[in-house]
T-cell receptor, first 110, second 117 residues
Framework: RKEVEQDPGPFNVPEGATVAFNCTYS??????FFWYRQDCRKEPKLLMS???SGNEDGRFTAQLNRASQYISLLIRDSKLSDSATYLC???????????FGAGTRLFVKA | NAGVMQNPRHLVRRRGQEARLRCSPM?????VYWYRQLPEEGLKFMVY????????ESGMPKERFSAEFPKEGPSILRIQQVVRGDSAAYFC???????????????FGSGTQLSVL
């Protein structure tokens, strides 16, 4: 089993739609959680950190459920520019390496 | 404050040659990661280094590939006797000293696109 697993893609949604991505992690000792975004042929960029209480940044909301070892990302009012691959990222601290999920591709269509 | 710098952006090699990819982490960052990405595929972890130490090289092929992060200078990913299957984008990322939650955020360079003819 992979240490970080994400929804298989791609997701094809119309502009204005709400879309949610899920991610599960296998190591209960994981401490830090992030969502990254990667555009085609570009480097991944940090989208947002994920906090235990859940957090929001504009149209983006991230949730963490430690009991279920589950992270989610919700995008409201999708824009064409949201089309990208979204990467779930986990780290258990203590000097262990950061783990990336395989990514979920999103296509937002006009 | 410059970001993570990778060079060259594009590197063309013939089969059997050596490829050297360089990565200068962000100022103050002491941890470096190397990833490989094939077209239409996800990031594949290769190696995780701290200054003068390899912390985790579980993703690195046992032969032809090596990485270092010396006390002075950039991190180097070296691929000897390249083959066509080595053609890919190689991304480097750096992070601050580990240990504190939140310090594990990675900042990526723009990558080196290696093409093997």
């Amino acid at each position: 089993r992979k240490e970080v697993e994400q929804d298989p893609g791609p997701f094809n949604v119309p502009e204005g739609a709400t879309v949610a991505f899920n991610c599960t992690y296998s190591n209960s000792a994981s401490q830090s959680f992030f969502w990254y975004r990667q555009d085609c042929r570009k480097e991944p960029k940090l989208l947002m950190s994920v906090y235990s209480s859940g957090n929001e940044d504009g149209r983006f909301t991230a949730q963490l459920n430690r009991a279920s070892q589950y992270i989610s990302l919700l995008i409201r009012d999708s824009k064409l520019s949201d089309s990208a691959t979204y990467l779930c990222v986990v780290n258990r601290g203590g000097g262990f390496k950061t783990i990336f999920g395989a990514g979920t591709r999103l296509f937002v269509k006009a | 404050n410059a970001g993570v710098m990778q060079n060259p952006r594009h590197l063309v090699r013939r089969r059997g040659q050596e490829a050297r990819l360089r990565c200068s982490p962000m100022k103050g960052h002491s941890h470096v990661y190397w990833y490989r990405q094939l077209p239409e595929e996800g990031l594949k972890f290769m190696v995780y280094l701290q200054k003068e130490n390899i912390i985790d090289e579980s993703g690195m092929p046992k032969e032809r590939f090596s990485a270092e992060f010396p006390k002075e200078g950039p991190s180097i990913l070296r691929i000897q006797q390249v083959v066509r299957g080595d053609s890919a984008a190689y991304f480097c990322a750096s992070s601050p000293q580990q240990g504190n939650p939140g310090n594990e955020k990675l900042f990526f360079g723009s990558g080196t696109q290696l093409s093997v003819l």
